[in-house]
């Protein structure tokens, strides 16, 4: 109920203003965004490298509906990439097996690159930020949006794989197709993530019930870590964060051979502990001003973050 109610939210101007002008608001942002430009999203890197930990960043931007928006999302793309070689943040991390697991690399949606309108502007976008990423030793990662975009996303994301066949792919445990995608995807040298999804579906595409996104997640990790491809598994729930590590014993997983994956502001004192422990935790990190719908996909995915904004609300009386 409240999940439905946050995502409602998340599509309302006017709750979108509300927000936006909160005082509080800043102090939020804060927590879940790496501030709105390049020099801030590469400090915020450097600092979470420098404790051991992978990092896949995200321009924020999803609402594009002009070519000059998505040519703009490249460029930023371009220009981040840039600024991370530069700064030596791209270079492959040790370990990873067959694919490469870099200290930073780039999660894209392609609606932010012209899908909804365009998309053969939006694999072209996306084709020369791969170019980009390989060039500098990394790696690029397609996001996953609702599901009328998945058969689009999946198809560019195959095309792309045939030059640069390290771009990662994205899962959503509570989708009913997903067993079959991960199926096809847990592949030699496939990078898939997987994550429970944030977006409101109907019943008859995505499962409802908690409990039953969470047995499809066991289902679909249990495929990937089967398989001969790079699972990365986007949880912070602990219950599957250890049957996570239990699967890696059953199917003989090294620690270099899977990766787990957190948001940056959730849970960063688990993050540090399993990357002690010797496992890959990459965190994803969004920067850029269109935070509004990431930080309430966010909230709906984790209704327990809201007592971050209690908080923040009560400290600023």
């Known amino acids: 109920m409240l999940r439905s109610v946050i995502l409602a939210a998340a599509r309302s101007q006017k709750v979108e203003r509300l927000v936006e002008t909160a005082p509080i608001s800043r102090d939020v942002v804060r927590r879940f965004v790496a501030g709105s430009g390049t020099g801030e999203a590469l400090a915020t890197t450097r600092q979470l490298a ?55 690399e780039v999660s894209l949606k392609l609606s932010a690159l012209g899908q909804a309108f365009d998309e053969q502007l939006a694999e072209k976008n996306a084709r020369e930020i791969c170019e980009a990423a390989a060039a500098l030793g990394t790696t690029v990662t397609l996001d996953m949006e609702d599901h009328t975009t998945t058969d689009s996303t999946l198809d560019i994301l195959s095309r792309l794989r045939r030059d640069h066949p390290g771009t990662g792919a994205v899962l959503q445990a509570y989708l009913r197709r997903t067993e079959g995608d991960c199926r096809e995807l847990a592949t030699a040298g496939s990078r898939v993530r997987l994550c429970k999804g944030a977006y409101k579906e109907p019943e008859h595409v995505a499962y409802q019930a908690p409990l039953e996104v969470d047995k499809s997640y066991v289902r679909c990790m249990n495929i990937l870590m089967a398989g001969e491809g790079y699972p990365m598994l986007a949880t912070h729930d602990p219950r599957l964060i250890a049957i996570a590590q239990d699967r890696a014993r059953w199917f003989d997983r090294a620690p270099d051979a899977f990766e787990f994956q957190m948001l940056y502001g959730i849970r960063p004192e688990e993050q540090t502990r399993l990357a002690r422990a010797g496992h890959t935790v990459r965190v994803y990190v969004p920067y850029g001003t269109e935070w509004y719908g990431y930080l309430m996909r966010r909230l709906a995915e984790r209704p327990a973050n809201l007592a971050f904004f209690g908080r923040a609300l009560i400290s600023k009386k």
Do not use: R, W
């Open 50 to 104: 420098d404790a051991g930990l992978c990092i896949t960043l995200d321009n924020l931007g999803e609402d594009t509906l002009t070519a000059d928006q998505a040519n703009a999302t490249k460029e930023a793309y371009l220009e981040l990439l840039a600024a991370l070689g530069q700064a030596g943040l791209t270079a492959p991390k040790e370990g990873g097996g067959a694919v490469t697991v870099a200290t930073a």
